[in-house]
Every structure is written in C-alpha cells, then in structure tokens.
C-alpha cells in the first residue's frame, strides 16, 4: 500500500507548500524542485484514445525537504492523476 | 516578451518526431511570430515548413539534427541557416546535409573538417550544441571531458555566433540529462566560454498527448518492444508556449537578468535564422537546365517554333491546306502560350529527353494532361494525336495558371534506370536528382508497428493485419464495429487490454511519414545551382535522390519529370523483339493503324486478360456490356471505369444511350456536337470546358481555371453566378441553365481528363493488337515482365486457351526469358528458369553461360547448380530431356532421375577443368531404373510449389471429380445461363477488389479462375458476413449465387456464400462431405 500525504497546499505554480503525513503537519523547506518521471502504460492502461496520452505516459514529481514540529525530512512527492492523490516516492529522513 | 523554438521535430523525422509541420505551424501562428524545423538527418519536412509559414505569416527558420564526428568522438547538433543573404545559408545548409548521407557509416554523418569546409571563412550557418552533443552528455559527470570537446568546437568554428550552446530542461529527474541541474550546468558553460547561449524545449511533438505515439515511434526506430530499449524521460518535448518557456528560464537561471539575457540571445539568433524563402530559396522560381547544357545557341522560343514547325510534315504527311491551316493555328496558340509563360525551355528539354529515350531503342508513351498538347505531339513526346482525339490544350496549360505543368512519360520499366543514368550523363550531376517519396502508415503497417511496441507475437498481429481492407487506420475502431472480417478481433479486444490498446495506437499512427524511398519514376531536372537548392542522398540505384517530394516541386520552382517505367511498355517491346528474331517480323506498333476490326473483335469476347488497363474483373464487366468498336470507345471506357463515374451513376446512361435502349439527352441543341461521342453523359474535362465556353462565351483558358476552382467550396458561388449570368445573357432557357449548372457542380469528381484517357488507350490498343496478331510473342512477353495484376499462372490459362504452346522448362534451352521457339507446330512459348523457386541469379547466369550440355552429368559439373535445385530441376522435369526420359517409351522415369540426381549430388564436383570429361560422375546409362513414377497429380503439385505455376495442367482439374459431382458451372459456360440462374462455381482467386460504392457501402469483388475463363462474383453486406474472414484469406474457393446478366457478353455471379475448396475437399475425400449443408443453404436462399 501506497503512503499518502493529505491535505496538500499549493502555491500559484502548482508547487506544494505545506500537508499533513502520519498526522504530523509540514512546511516545505527547501525550494520543491518539479520533475516528471516515466510511466508503463503499455503495462497498465486499457486504452490509449487521444487526449490521455500525457497522464498514461508521465507522472509529476516533487523533491523537496520538509519540517514539522518534530523532524526534518526529505521527500520525493509523486502526484497521481487523474485522481489527484498525493504519493509518497522516497522518504529519507 | 518573446520567444522561438529552435529546435523542433516534425514528423518528417521519421520514427522521432509526431506532428507534420503544417499542423506545428497553424498551431505556432496563434503564439509565435516563427518557428523552426529541425528534423532528424534532412530537409525532409522543410519545404511544407515554409509554405505553411508563408500561408500563417510565420517567419519561418529552417534547419537539421545532423551527427558531426569530431577527435572526441560523435555528437548529433542543431545546425541552423541564416537568412536574408542570398541563399548562402540555406546552400551551406544543403551541402551540409547531402555531405553526411555520403559517409561510409550505415548513418548519415559528417566529419568535423568537412562540416568547416563548406562553412569556409564566412559561415552562414549557427551550430547548436546541446544535450545530445558530447559537451551535452557529459557537463554533469566529467568536466575535462567537456572542456576537451568543446576546445574542438570553439577552434573550429571562430566566427562569433557559429558556435552556441543549447540549453534544455525537459524536467527530467533532478541531475540528470535534460534536467533543470543539467540545463543551468550548460548556461554555465557558455557563460565560462563567453559562448551565447539559447533556450530551446528540444521539441518532438506539438502536445503532451502526444508523447503516448512518441513512444510508439521510438518503438519503431528501435524494432523493439516498450520496455526494451531506452525510453524518452518524460511528455515534456512539447511545442510549450512563451510564458511556460519564460518560466523554465527563470527556473533555469534562477535570476531574472540572466533569464532575461537568455531569453533575449535566443531571439537574436531566431532573427538571424529567419528565412525569406524567394531570395534564400528560390521559392517559386522556376528553374530548367541553361540553354548550353541543352546545346542551343539561340533564343529557346525560336529554336522550340522551328522544330515544332517543321515535325508538321512528320506528323501529317499530305495534308490538305485547309486543315493544314487549321493545324497551324492551333500550333500558334499553343507556341503563343508557351512563350508568354516563359516555358520554352522546360519544352526543349522535355523533347530533348523524349529523343534521347527514343535513340536508345526504347519505347516511350506520354501520359496525363500533356497528350493534349500539339507541341508535344510535334516534339515526339506524345504520340497522341490531339487534334484527331478532340483534345484540348487549355486543359494541360494555359496563360491562367503559372505552375509548370506535368509531362509524364511512360517506358519500358526493364530499362528505366539506363534512362535515368542517360539522363545524369547528359545534363551533368549538378542538374539532375532523383526524387524522393515519403511512404506513410495505413492500416496494415500501422497495426503492425503498434503491435510490435506492446510486443504482440508476429502471428497475432499477421492475422488482424491480413483482414484491414480498405480504411483508414485512424478509423480502426469505427471500422473495427463495421466489418465482419474484424468481428472476431472486435469481440476479443473487449477481454484482451493489449488488443484494445492496440486499436487506440495504430489510429494514433495512421499517415505519419514512415520512410524515405525513391519515387519510382520522378527525376528533378534543375539549372546548375540545384544542389545548392536541396540536400541529396544515396538511392539503391546509386544516383542521388533529393530529399525533397513531389509535392515540393511546384513551391520550389523545380522542374520534375515523371519517367514512369510501365512494364507493358517492356512486355511489348519484348514481343517485338522476339517476333524480329524468330520470325524476321518487324513490327512498327507507334505506327499501326488504329482501326483494325479484328482487334476490337478480340477486344469484344471479354477475353482482355494482359491488355493494358482493361484486364481487371471491373473493365472485363464493362468490355462485355460496351462492345468497342474504335479507337475513342477505348478512351472512353478507361475514363468511366473510374471510382467518380462509378458513384455518379454516369456509366448506364452512357450504355443505354450506345445501345440505343434510351435516347441521348443533349439537354440543349448547342451542346449535342459536345456531348455526342458519349450520349449525353459528360464524361471529360475537356467537355465541361466546351460547355462552359459555349454557354458563356469564355475562353477554354477560363473555363478550365474555373472547373479547377469547382473542387473549392469557397468559389463555386462565384462560378455559378457568373455561369447563370453569362448564359442567360446569351440566350440560353432558365430550365436549361438549371440542368446543366447540376452537371458543373457535381462533376468536380466525376469528370477524367480526356487527354489521359487517350494516352492510356494507345497502349491499350497496342497490346491488343499483338494480342491478336502475335499472341505467343504477347504471352512470352507477358510472362517475361508480368505487366499485369494476375498471378502468371493465369497468363498460362489464357496461353492455353487461345492455343498458344507451352514447352517445359529445359535446362538446354530455358533461360531468364520466356523465349518463343519455332517447333514444327510453330511457334510456341519455351517457359523460363527465372520462377523457380530458390534458384539463385548466379545459379541461372551459369546455366545460360554453360548452354547446351550434353548430360546430366556435364550439366551438374558445369552448371554448379545446389543440391536443392539439382532436385527441383529434377521434380519439374527439366533435366527429362538431357536424361533421356522424354518420351513415354522410356525405360526410366522421374523418380529413377530422382535417385540418380541424389547420388550425383552426393559427390563433391571437382573444379572445372575444361580437358577433364564427366565419365567419372556416372554416365546416363547408369540411371536406374524400376522406381515407382510420379502420378500426374504429383508433377503438377511440384510445379506449383517450385515455380508458383501449374504449367502441365490447371490447378483446379485435381478437385474435378468432386465438382463434377456437385455441378459445379465451368467459368465459360456461365454466359450462356439465364439470368438469376442458381450456380455454383469454383476455382483459384485471382483477385479481390473493394472499390468504392455510389451508396458508400462496401462490396467486395472476387475472381476465381478454374480454367477455361474467369467468374467474377460480388458479395454485398450479407454474403460478407456469411463468410467473414474466407473473403479476403482462402486461395481455393467455391461460390455458390445467383447469375447477373450485365451485357451482351458480361455476366458475374451474385454471390450468396463461399467455401473453403480444400476443406471441401478434404471432407468429400474422407466421405464427410458436406454437401447437404451447401444445398440446404441454396435451398434457403431460393
């Protein structure tokens, strides 16, 4: 099972500014750097019409470090579409 | 703010990039002031570039992705043209290019001394180094590396400006190639380097949606499946726009100034690059050889006056001064024309090719619009004549349109690369390149290549590939729903995601160029600046092709020559050949009377198989219910067996009027000298144009300027008043007005340029003509370049049907050529070693070279033939003779050969030693003898498995027990049935068309031959369904369905279902046969 973050704020561009894991609530602290990773679509979806091809091919990345009350972390975010869910990739701390 | 993408694919690159360049322009028009192409390794998509930037008022820039070998190794660069000097860049640019496709690598590339060759001491050209240079990859792992490479460049190219560094963030994971780290490291770079530095998105596709088919293209480059072989980062290689591009800036620089900075060199550099395609590229300039490479010394009009003057008297010898007057008013016009558009020289060199075809002894016809022209009748380039056919020159040129117009001349096809080479050698390689074409994906393809990426086996995709007829693949899934050749694929891709998936891809595939190729017939004949003008490349012939297609010819200003290599042409120049060396006929077929009653009487009995153009089941059909009588019928029928007619229902008015069933309605006393050669109907251009003139008092410049503008929605308002004004001024009915302006409007598809059709009916006429004085010389000539769209075993058919002999093939005797013998029955057609399967060109050149031998053993010693081919030629009996077991009387047979070859082959020959004889090898009296024989249904399935043909007897005779039984009707017996008679037929498929209905229905058209004729059937909607995936797959069929009388001749078979003939077959042999189900099945269908 996939950990989720909640209750993500964005900033106007789109990056995150602030959510909620493990019920601890977190300021980014780094500047998020935006990436888009790969995905397998030819493994996954059931079709491929035309309109759908960027959300079956990439998937939208952030990297960045985050702190709460009580530790600092670094995190890869992965934002799912067309869901909206936020994932967590990586997690170092 | 502004901003200009560089660096932008199109799909002209092909398997790279995903959008045409008139799509990425119209797209760009709202956002940017220019935009770039950069394809893969060539121009291939810049000349559509540039007219659709013209057309959206787009500055356009154009340059290449092209791999430069330097000391450190290979980088593939952004090479860009300056504009607005003359040509310098886009010539530079050109060179650069067609130098790369000279290198001795697979791939085109260029080495770094040539590259600043032809840059020289003035480079009009920018090279941009970015993430897939050297300098690129490696400015994160290993700054010596970098530093090294980039020393190469900077001492290579000095001139400020030359050299640039491309920066590019495709927001790839941080630290890698393309990523925002990477992008900033090159920024760096150029700074350190005091380099300018651009902002380019690397761009492959106009959308992100678009990344999904970029995947599947870079499948196809790499002939792997997804997941085994690298994959593009991410969807981010889009056309972005300027502030998503001002945004990465700033991400990238992480300061404003510098953003700003960055930003504003890569503007500077796009000014730099924007082209003005007149004085860079010669945009629409026309450009012909100079008069010197056409050995003429004095003004081109003059010289094109005398010699078309004096061909009058070549032409029309003792004529008679009336009409002489009227050819030589004709002659004036037409010159007067030519003259004002400047085209005197393109004519010249038309004719000057013409000849030059002429004197090597090979056969030349023209086509197209140009058989209109009385200039070329004259320069020997048609051999039409236009005033006898009633054939217009406003229809193929005329002072209204200042395009060059298309001369396309058809030649022998056996010899058409002597042509071209002739055609190198005498204008010189600078003037003369071959032209290319971009083949696209359809259906089939497209379905493959998609199947590939999701890594389909072979046999799955094979299966659903073999049943896509006739749409588009961007219609997969509509069709898919419609077609029950597909209901099976339709039903399993609702369980199975891959198929589903399948279906989405290949309709994202469908009409992306696929590959480059040489078009089989154009050659671009320029002035000496033209490979100044376009970028070249090898061709498998050797000569260089341009990268530029036909449809970039006109917008160039290039002057393409369409020499078409029509196997007909070589099929009858072989017949003519074979009749001079065995018989001492000559035959002079440009020169044979056209009227003679006993070709249209063979014409007449349908039999048209191997004539040109009206061989197919369709034109077979309508042969039957037209009945030619002379020359203009032939025109006639090949332009009404069209897809435009068809639809327009025009063909039964036509007949009915012919056949005098129905009254030729000439709506109008004026229009019946128009209209009478064809009843009524309005069939051709050149009628419409007559119309138009004697309706409306125009010129038939105007009228045909105007039937050009019917195919244009926006202007058939226009037209029509001017139509209805015009005639009413003159006089003509309201009611009159009304029927005829119907005609005008709908006739845009319909109508067929006369002047085609005649140039077509000559060599329909031709061949008919030796079909009927020369038929063995025809059927040897037939099956020496197989013009036709049958099999060759039916040209056997027809060879037996019309008493045409047919010896064997003999290895004392056969060659590469289908020869015509004399025999004491006279002459007869010797079958050739050339269609046996599996026997190598080598292997066939020692045969003839070694002819004749003296037994089986000198043959195997000095033949060299393999073992497999030893045996073949053993199975189709032609080592009998050289064995001595031709007769029936002899003691030995095949299968005796068979075991004696088998030894034979056994033993290793020794070298050839012209002293040593064959004794060693076993001598004939050696063969033993005793073996069981081959039953005459075991050479004929050899026959047919080695050569593809059954040459002792027909195919279908083996199942003629099982027919009999079923009463199955023989093909020539079904003309004389009544109409709607119940039949079945049987026989081998011959071919299957699907052409395009006036109901938009599908109806499917499938010949069997079985012998002694052809039986064409037509299944419609439910017959289709009733036997699916047997309508485009089996060979051997049987039909069972109603006979349709169609004409005095003509009858085809409504079909109601079809059977599988060897499974038939196969049943009725084991006792199971299933006999009762096909009669309960007609029982129902009566």
């Known amino acids: 099972m996939q950990q989720v973050v909640t209750g993500v704020v964005l900033d106007p561009d789109g990056a995150p500014i602030s959510f909620t894991f493990e019920n601890r609530h977190y300021l980014v602290s780094s500047r998020p750097v935006r990436w888009y990773s790969r995905k397998i679509w030819w493994q996954q979806a059931q079709s491929a019409p035309k309109g759908v091809g960027s959300a079956l ?26 869901d909206g869910v936020w994932e967590i990739y990586r997690i170092d701390s | 703010m502004s901003f200009v993408h560089l660096n932008v694919a199109s799909a002209y690159s092909a398997h790279y990039g995903v959008n045409r360049p008139e799509h990425l322009v119209v797209a760009a028009s709202e956002k940017f002031d220019a935009l770039a192409i950069t394809d893969r390794d060539g121009l291939y998509g810049a000349v559509k570039h540039i007219g659709a930037c013209i057309a959206n008022k787009v500055s356009p820039i154009v340059g290449v992705s092209l791999s430069v070998e330097t000391a450190g190794g290979e980088s ?121 530095a651009v902002l380019t998105n690397a761009v492959r596709y106009l959308q992100p949606d678009d990344a999904l088919t970029a995947d599947v293209l870079d499948s196809a480059r790499h002939l792997e499946p997804l997941g085994l072989f690298t994959l593009q980062p991410n969807a981010q290689a ?74 009058i008297s070549w032409r029309y010898p003792a004529v008679k001064a009336a009409e002489l007057a009227h050819i030589q008013h004709r002659l004036s016009k037409e010159l007067i024309a030519i003259n004002q558009l400047g085209f005197a020289t393109y004519f010249l060199t038309v004719a000057d090719v013409a000849q030059m075809i002429r004197d090597m002894k090979i056969r030349i016809a023209a086509r197209g619009s140009g058989a209109g022209s009385l200039v070329n009748y004259l320069l020997g380039i048609s051999g039409v004549d236009p005033i006898a056919e009633g054939l217009l020159f406003e229809r193929f040129l005329s002072t209204e349109r200042s395009t060059l117009p298309d001369i396309d001349i058809d030649v022998e096809s056996a010899r058409r690369h002597e042509i071209y080479r002739a055609i190198f050698r005498r204008y010189g390689g600078s003037r003369v390149t071959l032209l290319s074409m971009q083949s696209t994906y359809r259906g089939r393809g497209a379905v493959r290549d998609g199947g590939l990426a999701l890594g389909l086996e072979d046999e799955e995709i094979d299966d659903i590939a073999k049943n896509m007829w006739r749409f588009s ?74 990268q530029f297609d036909k449809d970039d010819m006109d917008p160039m200003g290039f002057l393409k020559l369409d020499v078409l290599g ?94 005098g069933i129905a009254q030729p309605d000439y ?158 029955a006279g002459n007869a057609v010797r079958m050739a070693l050339s269609d046996i399967a599996g026997m190598s060109t080598p292997e066939i050149e020692r045969i003839i070279c070694e002819q004749p031998f003296v037994d089986i053993a000198d043959f195997y010693q000095r033949a060299r033939p393999s073992k497999r081919t030893m045996e073949r030629l053993t199975l189709i009996g032609a080592l009998d003779t050289l064995a001595g077991i031709a007769g029936i009387d002899s003691e030995s047979n095949r299968a005796d050969l068979l075991v004696y070859v088998r030894q034979l082959c056994a033993k290793r020959p020794k070298p050839i030693d012209a002293n040593q004889l064959s004794f060693e090898l076993g001598a004939l ?117 109603k006979t349709r009388r169609t004409g005095v001749r003509g009858v085809s078979i409504l079909a109601e279902n079809a059977w599988d003939l060897r499974q038939l077959w196969h049943d009725w042999e084991n006792g199971s046969y299933s006999w009762l189900k096909i009669e309960s099945n007609l029982m129902i269908s009566t």
């Open chain 2, 473 to 546: 693949a961007r219609n997969f899934r509509k069709a898919m729903n419609e077609k029950p050749e597909l209901a099976r694929f339709a039903s399993d891709s609702k369980e199975n995601r891959q198929l589903n998936l399948l279906v989405d891809i290949t309709e994202r595939l469908d009409r992306l160029p696929r590959h480059i190729s040489v078009h089989p017939c154009g050659v671009i004949l320029g002035n000496s600046s033209l490979l100044d003008l376009t970028p070249t490349e090898p061709s498998g012939m050797g000569l260089p092709m341009s």
């Open chain 2, 667 to 824: 709506i109008h006393p004026d229009l019946r000298p128009i209209l009478e050669e064809s009843y009524g109907v309005v069939v051709f251009h050149e009628q419409l144009m007559k119309i138009m003139q004697k309706m409306t008092g125009c010129t038939l410049a105007r009228a045909d300027e105007m039937r050009r503008m019917l195919g244009k929605d926006s202007r058939v308002s226009t037209i029509e008043k001017y139509f209805r004004d015009s005639a009413l001024a003159r006089g003509y009915s309201q009611s009159v007005i009304e029927r005829v302006w119907s005609i005008i409007e709908g006739f845009g598809s319909f109508g067929f340029c006369k002047a085609h059709g005649a140039a077509f009916a000559l060599p329909t006429y031709q061949s008919a003509w030796l079909k009927t004085h020369y038929p063995t010389e025809f059927i040897a000539g037939l099956l020496t370049h197989d013009p036709g769209m049958y099999p060759k075993r039916l040209l056997l058919g027809e060879a037996r049907r019309l008493g045409v002999k047919i010896l064997p093939i003999d290895v004392n005797y056969s060659t590469n050529e289908y020869l015509v013998e004399k025999t004491n």
């Open chain 2, 76 to 196: 593939r660069v952004i090479i860009l043209a300056h504009g607005h000097n003359k040509g310098r860049g886009w010539s530079q640019l050109c060179r650069i290019i067609s130098k790369a496709h000279q290198s001795k690598n697979k791939k085109p590339i260029i080495g770094m001394s040539a590259l600043v060759e032809i840059l020289g001491e003035n480079p009009a050209c920018s090279i941009l180094l970015g993430g897939e240079s050297i300098v690129g990859k490696s400015v994160l792992e290993d700054s010596r590396l970098t530093a090294n490479e980039l020393s190469i460049w900077k001492n290579a190219l000095l001139k400020p400006g030359s050299l640039v560094i491309e920066v590019t963030n495709l927001l790839t994971e941080p630290g890698t190639l393309y990523s925002e780290k990477h992008a900033r490291a090159m920024l760096e770079l150029a700074d350190q380097n005091n380099l300018p």
């Open chain 2, 238 to 311: 889009w056309l972005k726009p300027v502030e998503e591009m001002a945004r990465i800036a700033l991400e990238v620089s992480e300061d404003t100034q510098r953003a700003r900075k960055l930003l504003t060199s890569t503007a500077f550099l796009a000014d730099k690059c924007r082209l003005d395609p007149v004085s860079d590229c010669s945009w629409g300039v026309p450009k012909t050889p100079e008069q010197q490479a056409l050995g003429i010394d004095e003004n081109p009009f003059e010289v094109l006056w005398q010699r078309s003057h004096s061909a």
């Open chain 2, 925 to 1041: 009296q050696n063969l033993p003898t005793g073996n069981l024989g081959l039953t005459k249904e075991e050479e004929l399935e050899n026959e047919l498995e080695i050569t593809g043909m059954d040459i002792s007897e027909h195919e279908i005779e083996k199942f003629q027990q099982m027919l009999d039984e079923m009463g199955v009707v023989r093909a020539n017996e079904l003309v004389n049935l009544r109409s709607n008679t119940e039949v079945l037929v049987a026989g081998v498929r011959v071919a299957t068309q699907t052409p395009p209905m006036r109901s938009g229905k599908r109806v499917v058209f499938i010949s069997l031959d079985d012998g002694t004729g052809c039986a064409d059937a037509t299944f419609f909607d439910e017959a289709q369904r009733r036997c699916a995936s047997l309508l485009f797959q089996n060979r051997l069929l049987l039909i069972s369905g």
């Open chain 2, 566 to 659: 029509v196997r007909m042409q070589s099929a009858m120049a072989y017949a003519v050949r074979e009749a001079k060396r065995v018989n001492q006929d000559v035959i002079e077929l440009d020169s044979i009377a056209k009227d003679d009653p006993l070709v249209y009487k063979q014409i007449r009995t349908t039999n048209t198989l191997g004539i040109f153009q009206i061989e197919s089941p369709g034109q077979r059909e309508l042969t039957g219910k037209h009945q030619p009588t002379q020359f203009n019928d032939l025109t006639l029928q090949i332009s009404l067996f069209r897809p435009g007619p068809m639809k327009g229902n025009m063909i039964k008015p036509y007949l009915d009027g012919r056949h």
């Open chain 1, 57 to 82: 091919v990439e998937v939208e990345m952030w990297r960045l470090w985050a702190t709460s009350e009580f530790d600092r972390i670094f995190l890869e975010l992965r934002h799912q579409q067309p």
